[in-house]
T-cell receptor, first 114, second 111 residues
Framework: DVKVTQSSRYLVKRTGEKVFLECVQD?????MFWYRQDPGLGLRLIYF???????EKGDIPEGYSVSREKKERFSLILESASTNQTSMYLC?????????????FGPGTRLTVL | DAKTTQPTSMDCAEGRAANLPCNHS???????VYWYRQIHSQGPQYIIH???NNETNEMASLIITEDRKSSTLILPHATLRDTAVYYC????????????FGSGTKLNVKP
């Protein structure tokens, strides 16, 4: 069974803290993605990676960075957390780019920044 | 990518078929129609996708109109566990990273 796991389901941090969200997939997928989900705004793409050490900005990369040192792991970093980064963060993975590549999502991390 | 329009919510009786509509009137020839669902507090789950032919898998059927401007997801025998938000997404084959999840349809399956 395919699996995408995220390091925490719930996280509470203070303004200004550095926050690491970890995502691991066991499907040997090339592509990995980070989204945030907010009420009324749907899912918005933050960053994605199509290979180890490769990354591309999504629609809302400001305030975030990412790291992909190994194929199975994709980390999202909030260098200095702010209250407007309170959100649900979803990680996903997929096979190589192509017309049929469904994305497999993790369970999500609900981050609250106080 | 083309945007989609879905009803905000729908009700369905347990054991009956749930038919979820989606309008994508600006869809272009190279865009596929995908359906995902999201059960409360979980990540989205892939259901089915299609280009122009009707598709069926173990979870659902997808009916796409001949002009491709709309589609319907059919859950043949809805159960309480099918209560979720259902997202209809259109995406170009070259835009592998771009999944635009709108607001979706909240399907309430009632006993």
């Amino acid at each position: 069974d395919v699996k995408v796991t995220q390091s925490s389901r719930y996280l509470v941090k203070r303004t200004g803290e550095k926050v690491f969200l970890e995502c691991v997939q066991d499907m040997d997928h090339e592509n990995m993605f980070w989204y945030r989900q907010d009420p009324g705004l749907g899912l918005r793409l933050i960053y994605f990676s199509y290979d180890v050490k490769m990354k591309e900005k999504g629609d809302i990369p400001e305030g975030y960075s990412v790291s992909r040192e190994k194929k199975e792991r994709f980390s999202l970093i909030l260098e200095s957390a702010s209250t407007n980064q309170t959100s649900m963060y979803l990680c996903a993975s997929s096979l190589l780019a192509g017309s049929y590549n469904e994305q497999f999502f993790g369970p999500g991390t609900r981050l609250t920044v106080l | 990518d083309a945007k989609t329009t879905q009803p905000t919510s729908m009700d369905c009786a347990e054991g009956r078929a749930a038919n979820l509509p989606c309008n994508h009137s600006t869809i272009s020839g190279n865009e596929y129609v995908y359906w995902y669902r999201q059960i409360h507090s979980q990540g989205p789950q892939y259901i089915i996708h299609g280009l122009k032919n009707n598709e069926t898998n173990e979870m659902a059927s997808l009916i796409i109109t001949e002009d491709r401007k709309s589609s319907t997801l059919i859950l043949p025998h809805a159960t309480l566990r099918d209560t979720a938000v259902y997202y209809c997404i259109v995406r170009a084959t070259y835009n592998f990273n771009k999944f635009y999840f709108g607001s979706g349809t909240k399907l309430n399956v009632k006993p």
